[in-house]
């Protein structure tokens, strides 16, 4: 494994004086009502460093209040890119919510109470280097929490936090092809790639989702693509960074192995990606309905028998699988990437697997599409639909185990969804370029170079359930979920950690394996202080659920 290879751009400030190196090491951080907290003129001051891009932060719902009809509508409340104009708007509604504040501080649409919850009270809406910088000097003086946000797509909360001084990177919006590179800042959204690499006959290895940002947390936690098994992992095409670390400091980072950018700590500013040339793709949906979880079982034990299928053209694929809680019939949706492949060419790929599954009492056919085209356009999608309640759960899934035993699947759907899970989602972004990437040097949790497939299940609520109820669903999947997915994976699959629980108990194994001793080192270098720490993230075992008092 390489290490953290950076050389120093910009050295703006001195080190900290004597004084604030004690701050720092005080047992909390300072809140609002803090004694030692900034006054409203240090507020002020850092505002005009900013050039007024200090704003006050409001729950997305509060936000909604102040518009001209006093609401957002459905179409904005559940859009990403409208989210994206609200500085503390997470993409999932419960991440802004202090569930576990004392008292409970939530802000819910349409409610007639809002409590700040767990939405930071200001935020630098960044629009140049020397403005994280700023930002980062006034945390590290003042001993604040912070928090970084590219876009809010966001499944573990590590965009957002209670008191802290947010930092949004949405402003940087940057994205140049050269020869085989790309380099985004870290508020370009996927969407923006696609349209920009179509326009440079380039494609990079990216999100299936509009708003996800490459260069921001995606890269950071691998970044899986669903030209993952031809390409690689987004982890594996990063070549450059340009980071503002605790110091303050502008380094850029080559060669540096993604997952070290999160150890250490910092603030993206940029990030640069191979790219490839442009190809066509096949992109294709198959909905098939089941009539109770008996038959899905059966179509998932079918679907992981023929996971191998469409290996010879290094497909990645997505499995939605939602049960209709007042039947109990599901539906299962398959949707294929195939790079280079035509659409007759796909529908004879998928047709073993199709045919098995329509000879199944129970299974029929819904709908399916199949589109050629620029895989840039396959991989482009205008918006992301949110606003909703929602945790997630995950393992990555052996390759093994789809060989030797994919009945044992079909098992685990099975009982997952009499458990009462109601939605459960499968990407199989793994295997080809991924497995043979296992050399790159990266701190990749090496359980990604053995896996086939990853499997998701998704707990939500809405806004009418109570605070006891929603405690219990988010402590379902290490309760209920994870021993049964755990009969096929074992005690130590590993997760991809951007789409996981982030109340993972050992996220130190779960996440980072045998990486998490030496992730642990470069943080301590290169924040000492752990100025940046997110939920389940490195250096998080030190702190509270919070981030605002040390353990
Ligand atoms: C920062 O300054 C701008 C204009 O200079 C102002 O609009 C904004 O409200 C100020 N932010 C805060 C938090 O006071
Ligand atoms: C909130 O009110 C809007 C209308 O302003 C309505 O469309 C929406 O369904 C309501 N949402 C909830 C969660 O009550
Ligand atoms: C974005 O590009 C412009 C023009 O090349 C440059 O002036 C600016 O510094 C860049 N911004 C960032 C944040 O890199
Ligand atoms: C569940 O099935 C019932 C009965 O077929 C149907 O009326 C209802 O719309 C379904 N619900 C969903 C969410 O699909
Ligand atoms: C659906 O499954 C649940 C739990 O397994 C069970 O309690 C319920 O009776 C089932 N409903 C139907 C319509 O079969
Ligand atoms: C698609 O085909 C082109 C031309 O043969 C080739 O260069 C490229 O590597 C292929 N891409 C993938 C992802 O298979
Ligand atoms: C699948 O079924 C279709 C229609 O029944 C048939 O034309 C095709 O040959 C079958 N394909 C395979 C691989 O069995
Ligand atoms: C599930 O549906 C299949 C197909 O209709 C049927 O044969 C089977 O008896 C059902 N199983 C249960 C447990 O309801
Ligand atoms: C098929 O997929 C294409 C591309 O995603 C989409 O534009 C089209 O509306 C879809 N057609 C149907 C019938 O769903
Ligand atoms: C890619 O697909 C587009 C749209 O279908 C088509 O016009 C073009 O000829 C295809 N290119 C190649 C190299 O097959």
């Known amino acids: 494994m390489k290490f953290l290879t950076c050389s120093l751009v910009l050295l703006l400030f001195a080190s900290l004086a004597h004084s604030q190196e004690a701050a720092l090491k005080a047992t909390c951080r300072n809140v609002p009502g803090s ?17 007024g891009r200090l704003v006050t932060v409001v729950p997305s719902a509060k936000f909604c209040t102040t518009l001209p009809r006093g609401a957002c509508t459905d179409d904005q ?23 576990d504040l004392s008292p409970p501080s939530l802000c819910l649409r349409n409610g007639t109470t809002c409590g700040q919850g767990d939405v930071p009270p200001y935020a630098v809406e960044a629009k140049t280097v020397a403005d994280i910088q700023a930002a980062v000097k006034f945390s590290s003086a003042h001993n604040l929490r912070v928090a970084v946000k590219s876009s809010g797509h966001d499944f573990l909360g590590r965009s957002t936090a209670p008191s802290s001084l947010l930092i949004h990177t949405h402003k940087f919006q940057n994205i140049s092809f050269v020869g085989s590179t790309m380099t985004v800042g870290s508020g370009v959204y996927a969407k923006t790639v696609y349209e920009q690499g179509k326009a440079n006959r380039k494609i990079a290895v990216g999100a299936v989702a509009a708003t996800v940002c490459l260069g921001g947390g995606w890269v950071q936690g691998a970044g899986h693509s669903a030209l993952s098994p031809a390409l690689g992992l987004g982890a594996d095409n990063a070549l450059e960074f340009e980071i503002v670390v605790a110091s303050g400091e502008l380094l850029k980072c080559s060669m540096l192995s993604v997952a070290e950018v999160p150890a250490a700590g910092g603030v993206i500013v940029s990030a640069t990606f191979h790219v490839y040339p442009t190809f066509n793709a096949t992109s294709g949906s198959i909905f098939l309905a089941t009539e109770n979880n008996t038959v899905l079982a059966s179509l998932a034990t079918l679907h992981a028998q023929h996971i191998f299928d469409w290996d010879s053209v290094n497909a990645g694929h997505y499995t939605t699988v939602i049960r209709n809680t007042s039947t109990n019939g599901s539906i299962f949706v398959l949707e294929t990437y195939m790079p280079n492949t035509t659409a007759s060419q796909s529908m004879a790929l998928l047709a073993p697997f199709l045919n098995e599954s329509l000879a199944l009492p129970g299974v029929s056919l819904l709908l399916q599409n199949f589109t050629y085209g620029n895989i840039n356009d396959a991989l482009f999608q205008d918006d ?32 997952l969804l009499e458990s009462g899970v109601t939605e459960i989602l499968g ?125």
Not at 35 to 50: F, G, K
Not at 77 to 99: C, K
Not at 505 to 524: R, W
Request: proline content about 6%; overall charge negative.
């Open 35 to 51: 004694p030692r907290y900034p006054s409203a003129a240090e507020w002020d001051a850092l505002n005009v460093t900013l050039s």
């Open 384 to 415: 992301d639909s949110v606003g909703f309640n929602a945790v997630l759960g995950s393992r990555l899934i052996p390759a093994a185990t789809y060989r030797d035993s994919p009945s044992a699947v079909g098992e685990v759907y099975k009982k």
């Open 427 to 551: 990407a199989m972004v793994a295997g080809g370029k991924v497995a043979e990437n296992a050399h790159i040097s990266s701190a990749v949790h090496p359980a990604w170079r053995t896996a086939k497939m990853y499997i998701l299940t998704v707990g939500t609520w809405d806004d009418s359930a109570s605070l006891a109820e929603i405690d219990q669903i988010r402590h379902l999947f290490q309760k209920a979920h994870l021993p049964i997915i755990e009969e096929i994976t074992g005690p130590n699959a590993g997760a991809y950690s951007n789409e996981a629980d982030v109340l993972e108990p050992n996220f130190q194994t779960t996440f980072f394996g045998p990486n998490y001793g030496k992730l642990s080192a470069i943080k301590s270098k290169y924040d000492p202080n752990d100025l940046f720490i997110v939920g389940a993230g490195v250096g998080s075992e030190r702190w509270d659920e919070w981030g605002l008092c040390r353990v």
């Open 77 to 99: 409340w559940g859009s990403a890119l409208f989210r994206s104009t609200i500085p503390g708007a997470m993409d999932q509604v419960n991440w802004e919510q202090g569930y």
